[in-house]
């Protein structure tokens, strides 16, 4: 399983309608083969800051979602609501008798 954590800024005046692209581009991402979670999270202290954690199967999952028209549209629909750059980490799971 691999894990991507992926951090946008937003302007301020773009809050919502990144809101609304974002869930467009979350309820057609879980249908993805491969997709095991994909949730949004707002920072409580800076409505400004958004973050995606993504699980999925494996890198061709990645590959194809990363190829798929929605995913494609999100990034050229998010542009001009965002300033920066996207900080994006991939994560590898660690297998333990714990988890």
Request: contains cysteine.
């Amino acid at each position: 399983m691999i894990t991507i954590i992926a951090k946008f800024s937003v302007y301020s005046d773009k809050i919502e309608e990144f809101k609304k692209c974002a869930i467009n581009v979350t309820r057609e991402t879980r249908k993805e083969k491969g997709n095991l979670a994909y949730k949004i999270y707002q920072d409580r202290h800076d409505p400004s800051k958004f973050t995606f954690i993504e699980e999925w199967l494996n890198d061709t999952a990645i590959e194809q979602h990363n190829n798929a028209k929605h995913f494609i549209k999100f990034i050229e629909d998010i542009k001009p609501l965002t300033e920066g750059e996207v900080n994006i980490e991939q994560l590898s799971n660690i297998p333990s008798v714990f988890c």
